[in-house]
């Protein structure tokens, strides 16, 4: 049976007004990617969220973006930014204490439910490990409710993988979790690299993760290439569409479905989406 | 009720010493609803507006709050609520129905937009019919009734000497009868409205989904300017940007007008962008007006105004694009 994914599930009063909240810890995972813990002002966790939802991170005099809620606790929520543009520059400015706007959450949630009991297979590329690792942690939380984890993750260089503590340390030590990490090219800098190389998709096919009988479902997220690479290495494994799940990107103004940028046919990335199955995105008129 | 059109003016300076009421008029060239005062004559025979009056409910900058910070370096969000009372006074059936589609984005499917909602609650519709259709006026094959607008707060139509009066909401009865030293009883048959300019929307809604690879596409985008103008003319046109302006740590966030026309409206600070050429966005707009809105809300995003026919500098014409739709024939789907 196709993974069910809800829509249109996020609802809101004054959606567009921030909360000031306070960057209570920043981690530099790479050169250019910072992750910054956020509570609001009198130390709470600033909204609650589902695993996959969108978050309108920034600061009041620069502007701000939308990323997918990396982690969270019952205390903080977690964003993680690389830094490519004007807002993330000086989102990489910040230091700890910092008063930054947020609002939120937006957009709809990885389907938890709907894979109860599936092996899962997360696929991603660079800063595309961050919205994939939101529904990764929620599985080895739940850890019972799943089957077998693969996490297949590429960069181009070794100082862009994000996360490497739990990549390399954490993650390979959980049970029935299985990490494979390659480089695009051999990097210079790194020579005592003994991983694999190679591209994310032609990787993914060495690796031999098939479908399962639809029992696997893989969930993407990377840049254009990535993603179109990777789906077409899934479908020609044998994965059905519906099995197939990703969360798309499109700049976002209101995050609510009104400014109409993110529109991807008649559907909303920051308010129908961010997730959807193969499946459904056959089915619309997508520029992305 | 009738309203004698020598009643009108009286009606209208009585109703301008309380509240706002726009009118349509010329103001420095241009035709445009404005506030009523001193020096603003309307203009009722005015066939449209060059400016849509949605900027009543959607200001083209439009403050959201402002914030600043205190003696201890914190900051604080100030929102702004900026609506207020207002009357539109002549709006034509066609702009009416415009309202109801930015009610659906603004309103509905989930999220409340709040600076929208306020200026909608405090706007009373009073709409003009038509008596004459200008020869880019194409309402009745979008469905419009040029001298009927159904979901005016009060609808006025021309009997000749007399507008007959008909209060259609709570808050048009409530309007309506505190005009009733300007009204006199009686009734008196509207005068109609030829609307030439006609496209057949059968079956164009289905076919376009299958036409969004359609060579039509790039034939319609080639001549295209992008310069936007057929958006900002646009009533249902909705699409806006967030930004800001500030002066160190104090400073407004505001929304203004933005355009599905040009490539900074989609691309990405990575450098990506999903609409980049030309091709893309024009698909993408009027897709949008006679597929996507009404496969989300139900409705056509366009009402036959004719303004983007008029207005655009390359004589782009969505009502041609329709007659091409129309003839186009769509190759059966392949087996895949």
Same mark, same amino acid.
């Given at each position: ?105 937006? &957009? +709809?949630?990885?389907? %938890?439910?709907?894979? /109860?009991? !599936? ?5 991603? #590329? ?115 569409? &519906? +099995?197939?799940?990703? %969360?798309?990107?499109? /700049?976002? !103004? ?5 400014? #109409? ?28 | ?284 707009r009027f897709m949008h007006k006679l597929n996507f809105f009404e496969r989300r809300y139900g409705m056509s995003l366009c009402v036959g105004c004719g303004r983007c026919v008029e207005k655009c500098p390359v004589a782009l014409d969505i009502t041609r694009l329709i007659d091409d739709i129309g003839s186009y024939e769509v190759a059966p789907a392949s087996a895949e």
């Amino acid at each position: 049976m196709a993974i069910e994914i809800s829509h249109g599930c996020a609802k809101g009063e004054r959606p567009l007004i921030p909360q000031v909240c306070r960057v209570t810890e920043i981690t530099q995972e790479t050169p250019d990617v910072k992750s910054f813990r956020l509570v609001t002002l009198d130390g709470k966790k600033p909204f609650d969220c589902e695993p996959g939802q969108l978050g309108m991170f920034g600061l009041l005099s620069y502007g701000e973006c939308m990323f997918v809620v990396s982690a969270q606790s019952d205390e903080w929520v977690q964003f993680t930014v690389k830094k490519v543009g004007l807002v993330t520059e000086q989102l990489h400015n910040l230091s700890v204490g910092d008063e930054v706007s947020l609002r939120g959450p937006y &957009g +709809n949630w990885w389907p %938890t439910e709907s894979c /109860r009991g !599936k092996d899962m297979l997360f696929i991603a #590329g660079g800063i595309g490990l961050p919205p994939v690792r939101s529904f990764l942690l929620y599985c080895l939380e739940h850890r019972e409710d799943y089957g077998r984890i693969d996490l297949v993750y590429s960069g181009s260089k070794y100082d862009d993988l994000v996360f490497k503590e739990q990549l390399f340390d954490i993650w390979p030590n959980e049970p029935d979790m299985h990490v494979h990490v390659s480089l695009y090219h051999e990097d210079p800098k790194h020579p005592e690299w003994k991983g694999d190389i190679g591209y994310t998709a032609p990787y993914l096919e060495t690796l031999d993760l098939g479908p399962e009988d639809g029992n696997r479902v893989a969930v993407i997220c990377g840049g254009p290439s990535l993603s179109r690479t990777c789906r077409e290495s899934l479908l020609k494994a044998g994965f059905d569409e &519906g +099995n197939i799940l990703t %969360t798309l990107e499109m /700049r976002m !103004k209101c995050g609510v479905g009104k400014c #109409g940028r993110c529109n991807m046919g008649g559907h909303f990335i920051c308010l129908d989406g961010p997730i959807f199955s193969l499946a459904e995105i056959a089915t619309m008129h997508s520029d992305v | 009720m009738l309203l004698s059109k020598q009643n009108l003016m009286p009606l209208l300076n009585s109703l301008a010493s309380d509240v706002d009421v726009f009118v349509p008029t010329t103001i420095d060239g241009v035709k445009k609803f404005a506030r009523l005062a001193d020096g603003v004559e309307p203009d009722f025979d005015m066939i449209n507006t060059t400016m849509p009056p949605k900027d009543l409910l959607f200001p083209q900058t439009q403050k959201m709050y402002h914030f600043d910070v205190d003696k201890n370096g914190s900051y604080h969000i100030h929102e702004y609520d900026e609506s207020r009372e207002q009357i539109v006074f002549g709006i034509r059936p066609c702009d009416m129905r415009s309202i109801v589609c930015l009610d659906e984005v603004f309103l509905t499917k989930g999220f409340v937009d709040e600076f929208y909602a306020n200026a909608r609650e405090k706007l009373l519709t009073v709409s003009i019919g038509c008596t004459q259709a200008a020869e880019t006026c194409f309402c009745t094959s979008m469905g419009v009734d040029p001298i009927y607008a159904p979901n005016a707060d009060v609808m006025l139509q021309d009997t000749g000497d007399a507008y007959k009066v008909t209060a259609q909401t709570p808050k048009g009865e409530a309007a309506v009868s505190a005009w009733s030293e300007f009204l006199s009883d009686g009734d008196a048959e509207p005068v109609n409205c030829d609307v030439t300019l006609k496209v057949s929307m059968e079956g164009v809604v289905d076919k376009l989904e299958g036409m969004y690879d359609s060579p039509i596409w790039e034939n319609l985008s080639i001549k295209c300017l992008n310069c936007g103008t057929c958006t900002y003319v646009c009533p249902t046109c909705h699409c806006f940007d967030i930004s800001q302006e500030n002066r160190k740590k104090d400073g407004v966030r505001f929304r203004c007008w933005d355009s599905c026309m040009f490539s900074e409206y989609t691309a990405m600070a990575g450098g990506h962008n999903p609409r980049p050429e030309k091709l893309e966005r024009e698909r993408n707009r009027f897709m949008h007006k006679l597929n996507f809105f009404e496969r989300r809300y139900g409705m056509s995003l366009c009402v036959g105004c004719g303004r983007c026919v008029e207005k655009c500098p390359v004589a782009l014409d969505i009502t041609r694009l329709i007659d091409d739709i129309g003839s186009y024939e769509v190759a059966p789907a392949s087996a895949e």
